[in-house]
């Protein structure tokens, strides 16, 4: 199982990386939320995926997954959650103010 | 245990929260958010004498017992950045107070400022991997609020390219934490390099500790500083110097804690690639502060080289060394303050950034002019100044270390950093006959000036006093040169 995730999750990190690496804005924030998919995706398979009943002890099972992951994966989704609204805010903010959304025309000054 | 560990990200935490209600009056703020930092350096003070009497000071969160819950851990190192991250931030502060403009301190200014703090005070005094994630987020948020408040195109621009690489390395930093979580199974930073230490150093564990060093050095600017240069050159005065004086300390810091508690088996492999690293970081700074003719882009390339210089000193990692660094990280947090703020006197006095355009300076604004050369030595690390001490302690720990290839290259990027800052004094304080005609003379007020000569006086007192600041600099090179005593007072209470 672990083997399929993995090769799952660096899917996910290379169509991300390809994404970040074009030119519009919008697909490097797609690309951005699909490698923090990936990302999340890869802290649930490295800590096992065993069989287990869900952490809860009303379950009154023989064992459990491991709970940590899951805590932390809720930490880091509702982070990168609100860092994707703020980009996307930032996104069409950039695009009001400066009328594009080519990052080539997006470089700076001239003497870059 | 000891409440008082936590004060120091709890402060700024609640004041934030308070500040928000607050947003439209801005007097209100302003006496607020400067209270609550001076209220803050107390408590803080009295942390460094507690640490200093007693040894390493801990907080165990809801009385969890590590590894088990989050652990706040207040050794020397911790505190004395948090110190100086503190003192730094009431400067900024009392600078932005009269030059930040009313429009943003609406919107949020003094509440965002607080939110970085609260970030960086809980990034240098966590124990706990995870939450060191989730404070560098609580600074990194807020400081993408910061770089962008005002919303010019420029602002706007670099946001974009700031906000995408932070984006990056945070995503690489959960990865990395999730392989090391998969591999040793804790996430709690003693117990880490206990475990790290069971499993012996190699193979994976390698693999992982390159995988935090890519993460570190880009928030760092560490190497991949691509994106600093850019991004540091359009907030404002206040907020710029803000971040070249905390944000990129926060990487080198995570850095120097990772390389000494958790991954510092293999020095042979890691080490040698930090060398490398800062070697390249040092050069290609150099180059930089060489090449432009903008003080923004001088000064922001001068941050570069500093990092370079200080992971040096973690890169030589003998006891000496450490001790030089943590002296010089503290110097140069409030000397790069200073740089940005006099920087930003001197674009607002002569009205452009470009150097080719300015001229003539001294003649109207003799204190900045010779603050800004005085800095310049400081930087540099001529004696008596603050630079010194701890230049010399990571040069002499290099010698010793036999890396006499980096050291070489560590003295000759402070020539660097001489000849471009002096290239900045002279081409904005010299040169009579370019007085600009018709610009009136622009005035700071009050608390602007007291922020600047505040930090000057302190640049000059970190140079004169450094035999006693050394006593406090000693104790925390101790920690990172003995990794045990950390792990000791975390895991054995």
């Given amino acids: 199982m672990e083997l399929y995730m993995s090769l799952a999750i660096g899917v996910l990190f290379a169509v991300g990386v390809y994404l970040i690496l074009s030119k519009s804005l919008l697909r490097i924030i797609l690309g951005t939320s699909l490698i923090t998919h990936g990302i999340h995706l890869l802290l649930l398979t490295t800590a096992r995926l065993k069989t287990g009943a869900a952490p809860l002890l009303g379950e009154n099972a023989e064992s459990y997954v491991d709970p940590i992951p899951q805590a932390l994966i809720l930490t880091s989704i509702v982070i990168s959650f609100g860092v994707t609204s703020f980009f996307f805010v930032l996104a069409y903010k950039a695009y009001q103010r400066l009328g594009t959304d080519d990052m080539e025309e997006l470089r700076g000054q001239e003497d870059e | 245990m000891n409440n008082l560990v936590v004060l120091p990200l709890l402060i700024p935490l609640l004041t934030a929260v308070i500040l928000i209600f607050l947003s439209k009056r801005v007097k209100a703020q302003r006496w607020i958010s400067i209270i609550s930092v001076v209220i803050n350096i107390i408590a803080t003070v009295l942390l460094v004498a507690q640490v200093q009497n007693d040894g390493i000071q801990t907080l165990f969160m809801g009385g969890w017992m590590p590894p088990y819950g989050i652990v706040f851990v207040a050794d020397m190192f911790a505190v004395l950045l948090v110190l100086t991250t503190l003192v730094v931030t009431a400067a900024c502060l009392l600078y932005a107070f009269r030059t930040i403009g009313a429009q943003r301190e609406k919107y949020y200014f003094y509440p965002f400022v607080q939110f970085i703090l609260a970030g960086v005070v809980g990034s240098f005094l966590t124990g706990d991997l995870f939450n ?33 690489i932070n984006i990056i390395s945070s995503s690489l930093f959960v990865a990395a934490m999730a392989y090391l979580y998969g591999v040793v199974g804790t996430l709690n930073m003693a117990h880490l390099s206990v475990r790290v230490a069971e499993a012996g150093q190699g193979g994976i564990l390698n693999v992982i500790a390159l995988m935090f060093l890519i993460v570190f050095a880009l928030k ?35 850095i120097i804690r990772t390389f000494t508690l958790i991954f510092y088996h293999d020095q042979a492999f890691t080490h040698n690639i930090i060398a490398w690293l800062a070697a390249a970081t040092m050069v290609l700074g150099g180059l930089g502060a060489v090449a432009y003719k903008d003080i923004h882009r001088i000064l922001n ?23 030089g660094t943590v002296l010089y990280l503290m110097h140069d947090m409030i000397a790069k303050a200073l740089m940005f703020i006099l920087g930003g ?80 004094f002279i081409g904005a304080f010299w040169r009579e006959d370019y007085l600009l005609p018709i610009r009136d003379q622009k005035k700071w007020h009050g608390t602007a000036y007291v922020s600047v000569v505040g930090l000057f006086i302190l640049v000059i007192v970190l140079g004169l006093g450094s035999e006693w600041v050394y006593s406090y600099a000693g104790q925390a090179g101790e920690v990172l040169a003995n990794p045990s005593i950390y792990i000791d007072a975390v895991l054995k209470e």
Avoid: H
Wanted: aromatic share 12%.
């Fill in chain 2, 132 to 164: 060191l994630f989730v404070c560098f987020e609580v600074m990194l948020i807020a400081s993408y609020a910061l770089i962008v408040l005002g919303g010019t195109k420029r602002q706007l621009r670099e946001t974009i390219k700031y906000v995408l």
């Fill in chain 2, 220 to 254: 760092a600017g560490l190497f991949l500083f691509y994106w600093l240069p850019g991004s540091y050159s359009v907030p404002p005065t206040a907020v710029t110097a803000l971040f070249g004086a905390l944000l990129t300390k926060v990487g080198l810091y995570a």
């Fill in chain 2, 301 to 323: 390339y001068n941050v570069v080289i500093s990092v370079g210089f200080i992971t040096f000193g973690l890169a030589v990692a003998t006891k000496e060394s450490l001790d």
């Fill in chain 2, 345 to 424: 006197m001197i674009i607002a006095a002569a009205g452009t950034n470009k150097l080719s355009e300015m001229g003539g300076l001294i003649k109207r604004y003799p204190l900045i002019g010779w603050m800004f050369f005085i800095l310049t030595l400081a930087l540099v690390g001529i004696p008596p100044l603050s630079g010194f001490p701890g230049k010399v302690l990571m040069v002499r720990g290099g010698i010793s270390q036999g890396d006499i290839l980096l050291t070489i290259v560590a003295v000759a990027s402070s020539l660097i950093v001489l000849y471009s800052l002096i290239r900045v």
